[in-house]
């Protein structure tokens, strides 16, 4: 059946700029309609109208990146006028189409899903160094002594100071999960500490050896930039509003900038920040489960959107692992990291929902 789900994307994508029906895609499919959105949703976690509208969506941005009239773009994405891909806009990235445009803010891609892939592509490889020399060329204060590199994680991080890729820069992992179990209003205080090592099952030892000391440079020493190294899914955001939340609230006063990418490939976005709201934000999303009050990143808006949903007890991720938990975890894996790409979670997170689920 897989095959002839990768049949409806592949028809789907060629028709993206027109308009077209589920009666037309079924058709050519030679499945009922009904059958055609039951499968997809089925194997691919996500409804027909939703995989179309997140397409159109992100496929506009990089028209809107070319500085394209808005009122063309919305008519080559089949919206009946500008205002309603405006709405359509607004509701999915946080921000309007001008503000995007005006400002060249990152946002999280949705690319176009493929079945069965044979590699482990959301794996990131970090080794390429064009982009650090492009960015060395371009910003080579960033290469300095004075200036902390945050890393997403051990790995990226000891791929980056065993090779010295940001120079005589300093660099620190940030090896958490913020976007499973509780936390705390204060950042990196001793009740956080305690929190998040309860969430993880972890003695207060391990976790401060795991998480707090490889952030001791953060800690003691003083930096007129920090450079944050983030991807662009849920996982990875979480981590990143956290760390903002500890800037603000720990009255940081240097520059601050993101350097966001997808994790299927290393094309750095990047985008200098302003630390006004993150504390509130955090709060509001992190601590407290709601909707931020503040504008955002479109990056970090749509992440948040999925972290909430994620908070659901019926949630995307649970529903497919429930439809397929006869398959061999392995297999159950490769799909889930296949799938939903945005979301982030590693291999922890997925097998104890996969183990609840059992």
């Given at each position: 059946?897989?095959?002839?789900?990768?049949?409806m994307?592949?028809?789907?994508?060629?028709?993206?700029?027109?308009?077209?029906?589920?009666d037309?895609?079924?058709?050519?499919?030679?499945?009922?309609?009904?059958?055609?959105?039951?499968?997809f949703?089925?194997?691919?976690g996500?409804?027909?109208r939703?995989?179309i509208?997140?397409?159109?969506?992100?496929?506009?941005?990089?028209?809107?990146?070319?500085?394209?009239?808005?009122?063309?773009?919305a008519?080559?994405?089949?919206?009946?006028?500008?205002?309603a891909?405006?709405r359509a806009?607004?509701?999915?990235?946080?921000?309007?189409?001008?503000?995007?445009?005006?400002n060249k803010?990152?946002?999280?891609?949705?690319?176009?899903?493929?079945?069965?892939?044979?590699?482990?592509?959301?794996?990131?490889?970090?080794?390429?160094?064009?982009?650090?020399?492009?960015?060395?060329?371009?910003?080579?204060?960033?290469?300095?002594?004075?200036?902390?590199?945050?890393?997403?994680?051990?790995?990226?991080?000891?791929?980056?100071?065993?090779?010295?890729?940001?120079?005589?820069?300093?660099?620190?992992?940030?090896?958490?999960?913020?976007?499973?179990?509780?936390?705390?209003?204060?950042?990196?205080?001793e009740?956080?500490?305690?929190?998040?090592?309860?969430?993880?099952?972890?003695?207060?030892?391990?976790?401060?050896?795991?998480v707090?000391?490889?952030l001791?440079?953060?800690?003691?020493?003083?930096?007129?930039c920090?450079?944050?190294?983030?991807?662009?899914?849920?996982?990875?955001q979480?981590?990143?509003?956290?760390?903002?939340?500890?800037?603000?609230?720990?009255?940081?006063?240097?520059?601050?900038?993101l350097?966001?990418?997808?994790?299927?490939?290393?094309?750095?976005s990047?985008?200098?920040?302003e630390?006004g709201?993150?504390?509130?934000?955090?709060?509001?999303?992190?601590?407290?489960?709601?909707?931020?009050?503040n504008?955002?990143?479109?990056?970090?808006?749509?992440?948040?959107?999925?972290?909430?949903?994620?908070?659901?007890?019926?949630?995307?991720?649970?529903?497919y692992?429930?439809?397929?938990?006869?398959?061999?975890?392995?297999?159950?894996?490769?799909?889930?990291?296949?799938?939903?790409?945005?979301?982030?979670?590693?291999?922890?997170?997925?097998?104890?929902?996969?183990?609840?689920?059992?």
């Amino acid at each position: 059946m897989n095959e002839h789900i990768q049949l409806m994307i592949d028809w789907i994508e060629d028709k993206l700029k027109n308009e077209f029906s589920l009666d037309e895609l079924s058709h050519y499919i030679g499945y009922s309609p009904y059958y055609c959105s039951f499968k997809f949703h089925q194997v691919t976690g996500i409804s027909i109208r939703r995989y179309i509208l997140l397409r159109r969506l992100y496929l506009s941005t990089v028209d809107l990146a070319k500085d394209r009239k808005i009122i063309d773009i919305a008519f080559d994405y089949d919206y009946s006028s500008q205002e309603a891909y405006s709405r359509a806009f607004k509701t999915v990235f946080g921000v309007n189409p001008r503000e995007f445009q005006v400002n060249k803010m990152p946002v999280q891609s949705f690319v176009k899903l493929t079945i069965n892939k044979d590699k482990e592509w959301w794996r990131m490889n970090i080794s390429r160094k064009m982009e650090v020399e492009q960015l060395q060329n371009e910003k080579s204060e960033f290469f300095d002594k004075y200036v902390l590199n945050i890393l997403n994680g051990q790995v990226m991080y000891e791929e980056f100071k065993d090779k010295k890729l940001m120079g005589d820069a300093d660099y620190v992992p940030f090896n958490e999960a913020m976007c499973v179990n509780a936390t705390t209003k204060h950042v990196f205080n001793e009740e956080f500490i305690k929190t998040r090592a309860s969430g993880h099952h972890e003695p207060v030892e391990k976790y401060i050896k795991k998480v707090i000391n490889p952030l001791d440079n953060l800690f003691n020493k003083e930096y007129k930039c920090i450079v944050l190294w983030f991807g662009e899914d849920m996982f990875c955001q979480m981590n990143l509003l956290t760390l903002l939340s500890y800037l603000k609230q720990s009255g940081y006063d240097g520059k601050v900038f993101l350097n966001s990418f997808r994790e299927d490939e290393f094309k750095v976005s990047q985008t200098e920040l302003e630390l006004g709201n993150y504390y509130a934000v955090y709060n509001e999303v992190l601590v407290n489960h709601k909707k931020p009050s503040n504008e955002l990143l479109p990056v970090m808006y749509q992440a948040i959107d999925i972290y909430l949903d994620m908070l659901k007890e019926n949630n995307a991720v649970v529903k497919y692992i429930s439809k397929n938990k006869d398959l061999p975890t392995s297999e159950l894996m490769n799909r889930l990291f296949n799938l939903f790409p945005t979301i982030g979670y590693g291999d922890s997170q997925y097998i104890e929902l996969i183990n609840k689920m059992r």
